[in-house]
């Protein structure tokens, strides 16, 4: 049980570190594919409903 806690934590700090990623791109660099966050973000959204 507290292995899925565990893996559910890290899966929300990879969320987390994501969305400040894709933010802090949009403000320094706009010319950067939004893409490439979109699919790193549905890729840790699926580890984090995995995790559940």
């Given at each position: 049980m507290s292995n899925?806690?565990?893996a559910t934590r890290v899966a929300l700090g990879i969320m987390l570190s994501t969305a400040l990623v894709m933010a802090a791109h949009?403000?320094?660099t706009p010319s950067f594919t939004?893409?490439?966050w979109t699919l790193l973000g549905v890729t840790a959204?699926?580890?984090l409903?995995?995790?559940v």
């Amino acid at each position: 049980m507290s292995n899925t806690f565990a893996a559910t934590r890290v899966a929300l700090g990879i969320m987390l570190s994501t969305a400040l990623v894709m933010a802090a791109h949009q403000v320094w660099t706009p010319s950067f594919t939004p893409l490439a966050w979109t699919l790193l973000g549905v890729t840790a959204g699926f580890s984090l409903s995995g995790s559940v």
